[in-house]
């Protein structure tokens, strides 16, 4: 089947107009003096990093997401970094070596005081916030490389706009360092290498976001006199690139083949392990030794029905995992810890689901309530005026009922007024008191009843 070519031109076009980055592409020497600034670290800068790495450590340590992120928008971590890619994407080896070295220095730096900070903080424990920066996921990857991308870009434009602030914060590379340094102050090696390599993962993913920009937008390779020199630099340059990126690239194998693990057990123990009398109070999953460890509570599961289960898992990709099912309350291996975090959880779900039933509720008294009140002002307001226009007209009442259609079962909210008068009221008369209601109610619905 041939391609017509005027659709071809058209979407080339479209592309052209649309898509185009060297539009509003900045003068190129000016995009490459700011990254430039941007890799060295010292004076003010150092100290502006020191500072951030304080607040997000103190933000990471009162749980405060607020300040975390106003120390993120501080941090000029991503100076360096980005100066990798640039270097990677225009052969310019001295500024890869200037951008390591203040990569390795400023890394440090964080380390260094997020640790002193940690030592001397009163509140020893781990919170959530800081418990989230100890274990990356295939989604800091897509955010790292999308940030990255994001922030070259915007820097290779003349409006650079809220986006490289908003990179700051999306990639997150401040609260890993800080987390590492709790790690140390607290002799945990499980935080502190988790941390760091949710910060190298972030790191080498911003780097090649920026070296695919800068190659995608055409900038300028740095030219050589002597060809010789040109080829040795070269090859230090991709040597560098491919001892820097093997790991990662190995890491994120890795950490893609646990997501997809860890999402088929949790879907497995969501459809097979849901039983009527009993529930999942606790789980477990390890992705490297292989293993589903689930606590149940409640009535006993027969062994048959567990078989079964054990014998779906292949259906989720998950043959070679070992399941252990434990049940009962008393048994030793129960994590009393995770149990009650899991009941805690039920607890505030549960309350927060009755919370906001409660105010579904409360919410449509008040609406009910303002009604009768709007009838109450309504009757008060039209007295006088009917006294006035109907003076045979003795007593009234306006209220707000529901009409129901015998035959369609449908339902519908109307006004009846009731009046009673001294003489019988004619039909003529009749018509102009329904009319004059129903203009001054603004209701084509209401019904008019005469004692």
């Known amino acids: 089947m041939k391609t017509d070519p005027r659709n071809a031109l058209a979407?080339?076009?479209?592309?052209?107009?649309?898509?185009?980055?060297?539009?509003?592409?900045?003068?190129?020497?000016?995009?490459?003096?700011?990254?430039?600034?941007?890799?060295?670290?010292?004076?003010?800068?150092?100290?502006?990093?020191?500072?951030?790495?304080?607040?997000?450590?103190?933000?990471?340590?009162?749980?405060?997401?607020?300040?975390?992120?106003?120390?993120?928008?501080?941090?000029?971590?991503?100076?360096?970094?980005?100066?990798?890619?640039?270097?990677?994407?225009?052969?310019?080896?001295?500024?890869?070596?200037?951008?390591?070295?203040?990569?390795?220095?400023?890394?440090?730096?964080?380390?260094?005081?997020?640790?002193?900070?940690?030592?001397?903080?009163?509140?020893?424990?781990?919170?959530?916030?800081?418990?989230?920066?100890?274990?990356?996921?295939?989604?800091?990857?897509?955010?790292?490389?999308?940030?990255?991308?994001?922030?070259?870009?915007?820097?290779?434009?003349?409006?650079?706009?809220?986006?490289?602030?908003?990179?700051?914060?999306?990639?997150?590379?401040?609260?890993?360092?800080?987390?590492?340094?709790?790690?140390?102050?607290?002799?945990?090696?499980?935080?502190?290498?988790?941390?760091?390599?949710?910060?190298?993962?972030?790191?080498?993913?911003?780097?090649?976001?920026?070296?695919?920009?800068?190659?995608?937008?055409?900038?300028?390779?740095?030219?050589?006199?002597?060809?010789?020199?040109?080829?040795t630099v070269k090859r230090y340059i991709i040597l560098i690139a491919v001892l820097t990126m093997a790991p990662a690239i190995y890491l994120t194998i890795d950490i893609i083949k646990s997501t997809f693990y860890e999402s088929a057990a949790n879907k497995f123990i969501s459809e097979q392990l849901s039983f009527e009398n009993s529930q999942v109070v606790d789980r477990k999953i390890n992705f490297e030794e292989k293993e589903i460890r689930v606590v149940l509570l409640g009535e006993d599961i027969p062994e048959v029905s567990l078989a079964i289960a054990r014998d779906m898992m292949k259906k989720y990709q998950l043959g070679d995992t070992k399941l252990t099912v434990l049940q009962g309350i008393n048994n030793n291996q129960l994590d009393i810890t995770s149990v009650r975090a899991m009941l805690m959880e039920d607890f505030y779900k549960n309350s927060e689901q009755r919370l906001q039933e409660q105010r579904a509720q409360i919410g449509k008294l008040e609406a009910e309530l303002q009604r009768y009140k709007s009838y109450d002002n309504t009757n008060s307001s039209l007295m006088a005026e009917i006294k006035a226009l109907f003076p045979e007209i003795k007593n009234v009442a306006i209220s707000g009922m529901i009409e129901t259609n015998l035959a369609t079962m449908k339902r519908d909210t109307i006004e009846v007024a009731l009046l009673s008068a001294d003489k019988t009221i004619n039909k003529n008369e009749l018509t102009k008191i329904d009319q004059w209601l129903k203009a001054r109610m603004n209701s084509q619905k209401l019904r008019l009843i005469i004692e």
């Open 11 to 231: 979407i080339r076009k479209f592309i052209n107009e649309y898509l185009d980055l060297r539009k509003d592409k900045e003068d190129e020497i000016k995009t490459i003096e700011s990254i430039r600034k941007g890799v060295e670290f010292k004076g003010a800068n150092l100290w502006i990093l020191i500072f951030a790495v304080f607040m997000a450590s103190l933000g990471l340590n009162v749980n405060s997401t607020a300040v975390i992120i106003g120390a993120m928008l501080i941090s000029p971590l991503m100076g360096p970094i980005m100066g990798v890619g640039l270097s990677v994407g225009m052969n310019d080896f001295e500024l890869m070596k200037r951008s390591l070295k203040s990569y390795f220095i400023t890394t440090m730096f964080c380390v260094v005081t997020a640790t002193v900070y940690f030592l001397f903080t009163p509140i020893a424990e781990a919170r959530s916030e800081l418990l989230a920066r100890t274990s990356p996921s295939i989604y800091d990857v897509f955010i790292a490389l999308l940030g990255g991308m994001a922030g070259v870009v915007a820097l290779s434009t003349k409006e650079k706009g809220n986006v490289i602030p908003g990179v700051a914060i999306a990639t997150a590379l401040m609260p890993p360092l800080c987390t590492a340094g709790y790690g140390i102050a607290s002799g945990n090696l499980v935080y502190f290498l988790g941390a760091f390599y949710l910060y190298f993962i972030n790191s080498v993913f911003i780097s090649v976001a920026t070296f695919i920009g800068v190659r995608v937008m055409h900038f300028k390779r740095k030219e050589f006199v002597d060809k010789k020199r040109e080829s």
